[in-house]
């Protein structure tokens, strides 16, 4: 799941393959979508060509070398800026994002009528920055103009789901599915059944993605979440054999080296899941991957190198914030689970009022469990429940609060749940679900 398994949401946002095409848009999963960019301008065709050989940095220069030709190229201009924050997602360099903003309102001022791919290029950069709502205002505009492009139902999809709105996000990614069945709709319906816990659809969903898959960024994708949906279920060897079948596919698809780490992790391999978590946080410094280094560093009882690794998490997430990325979701649950319950209440509190998703009542639960008021954590425990997500993390954290309760029956059942779906869920809490659960079972 984009937030219960990793740095969103895309999830969002937002992990996406190394190859893209020029003019996409985000998705809270990740993954590549269709073009912002209308497919017969000269525009895209430029930025198409040299994103679809992999490298975005030519895409980049490409566009920059037509604009310096041609500066009143409002459509030049919009493929720039979404190439900007493909290739900050593609970095972990939220000082893209600044760049893509600049190129996105100049595409605006030179055309600010009738200019729907910049503002779903807007619409990308709002959901980069964790501004869901900003991202669905600006899907919606860019809808009202153009109502058949793909690209605006699949993220205003996107942004309804981050807010909550889960019935309207599934009618947007029904319209995008009408309009466009090809990977990034598929993707989208994979992630849309497992929030629902339906796990078989889902997993069909993207076996039709790889399917349609014709680079092999996208097939790295599409093997990445194979193997994180094996991993959600607990099957360790599935979900090594499609981490490493989406490396054979593009090696410099990065987040297939946290599922290897995870793997390795599981399986005991310890020096092969640090080697795995290192090049992870030196090639892609992004919180999750961070965060999950230092929890594994922990977990080995290596508390001085986890606390260096903490330092460069709060670095990380500072600099985030700098460049406008709303990480209030991601420190909720790192403060919490380092005993900050103030402040992980602080941000929960606001990324609930923000976006009232399942992830943001998981996350406002755990952090009000870590200040102790577990009666009101419930109530968002269950918040967290109410589609029937089948996830080892959200009844791990549901079966701690019930445990702090005293409700010793529902605690057994939600932590017996957690160990059944993914008895590997984390380094950290797995180890104490089990504790916890012994602790009952003994009682």
Known sequence: MSRLSGWRSATVVLATTVAMLAGGVMFTRGGTVQPAV?????????????????????AITSLQQRLRRLPADHSAWAALGTTYVQQAAVTGDPGLYPKAQGALDRSLEIRPE???????????????RHDFASARQQAEQARSL??????????????????????QSFAALQQMLDLQPGVPSFTRASYAWELRGKLRPARRALQRALQLASRSSDRAYCYFYLGELAWNAGDLAAARAHYAKGLAADPNYLPLLAGQAKVAAATGKTRRALARYRELVQRLPVPTHLIAYADYLRSLGREQQAERQDAVVEASQQLFEAQGVNVDLELALFDADRGDAADAVSAAHRTWRAQPSIEAADAYAWALHAAGRDTTALTY???????GTDSALLAYHRGM?????????????????ALQVNPYFSP????RAHAALDALNRG
């Open 428 to 431: 950290l809490h797995s180890p």
């Open 146 to 167: 153009n109502p058949y492009g793909a690209a605006n139902f699949g993220i205003l999809s996107d942004a309804l789901l981050q807010l909550g709105r889960y019935r």
């Open 401 to 417: 609060i019930e445990k702090s309760l005293g409700r010793d029956t529902e605690a057994r059942n939600s932590l017996r749940r």
């Open 38 to 58: 209308p497919a017969g301008s000269a525009a895209s065709s430029t930025a198409l060509a040299a994103a679809n050989t992999g490298d975005l940095s030519d």
């Open 114 to 128: 009738d200019n729907a791919q910049a503002l779903t290029g807007l619409a990308s950069l709002s959901a980069a």
């Open 381 to 387: 425990a269950r918040k967290a429940a109410r589609l």
